[in-house]
């Protein structure tokens, strides 16, 4: 199948700063990928839809200004977390849909503020 | 909207026991079902998959089936393993919400030797 690829992995960050994680697709272009947050024993959280060469698309609820998308090709999409505070804390995941009915996830970041 | 909705867990069961994960979902027009199974520390993989009534999706021994009428897509497995000890997500995506994927909480199994 199609693979994502997200880094980093874990990041540890002192709060205050920002922090930058990277998605993707490896073998395939995205036109789409989604950004979600993962908080401890919960379900994902759709936090906003990127697409390429215009604006994301934030849900309801999600500080634009605070998580910053870029998707500025096929195959990267990035996530900015800026001046990040110990509630962002979390773990944040990629995916990129394929075809209308499938989407690939990246491997999660675990992002931790202190 | 749509949700998702499945039960809640943890589900703790011996080597080679049958498995079965209720799931059911609210959804205008006809979405797309899924099941995805995450790993502790890793991303979600996409687990198996139907995209339109009666259809059964299948994969490494697990099987559920799309069930309009009961608006279920429940996941079985007749004999897991102690590998099998992971989050189970169901979710739906349908054209009418943007195709974007819906998940139910998640379903903690774990699997004792």
């Known amino acids: 199948g199609a693979v994502v690829s997200q880094h980093p992995s874990r990041v540890i960050c002192k709060s205050g700063t920002s922090v930058k994680i990277e998605c993707r697709s490896l073998?395939?272009?995205?036109?789409?990928m989604f950004w979600y947050r993962q908080f401890p024993k919960q379900s994902l959280m759709l936090m906003a839809t990127?697409?390429?060469?215009?604006?994301?698309?934030?849900e309801q609820g999600v500080e634009k200004d605070k998580f910053l998308i870029n998707h500025a090709s096929l195959t990267l999409s990035t996530l900015t977390v800026t001046s990040a505070h110990p509630e962002d804390s979390s773990f944040y995941i990629c995916?990129?849909?394929?075809?209308?009915?499938?989407?690939?996830f990246g491997q999660g970041t675990r992002l931790t503020v202190v | 909207g749509n949700s998702v909705t499945q039960m809640e867990g943890p589900v703790t069961l011996s080597e080679e026991a049958f498995l079965t994960i209720n799931c059911t979902y609210t959804?205008?027009?006809?979405?797309?079902l899924f099941w995805y199974v995450q790993y502790p520390g890793e991303g979600l993989q996409l687990l198996l998959k139907?995209?339109?009534?009666?259809d059964k999706g299948s994969n490494k021994g697990f099987e559920a089936t799309y069930r309009k009428e009961t608006t279920s897509f429940h996941l079985e497995k007749g004999s897991v393993q102690v590998s099998d000890s992971a989050v189970y997500f169901c979710?739906?995506?349908?054209?009418?919400?943007?195709?974007?994927?819906?998940f139910g909480a998640g379903t903690i199994l774990r699997v004792k030797s």
């Open positions: 995916s990129a849909r394929v075809t209308n009915t499938e989407a690939f």
């Open positions: 073998d395939f272009q995205a036109t789409t």
């Open positions: 990127s697409n390429e060469g215009s604006k994301a698309t934030y």
């Open positions: 959804a205008t027009g006809y979405p797309s």
């Open positions: 139907a995209t339109k009534a009666d």
């Open positions: 979710a739906l995506s349908s054209w009418e919400y943007g195709n974007k994927l819906v």
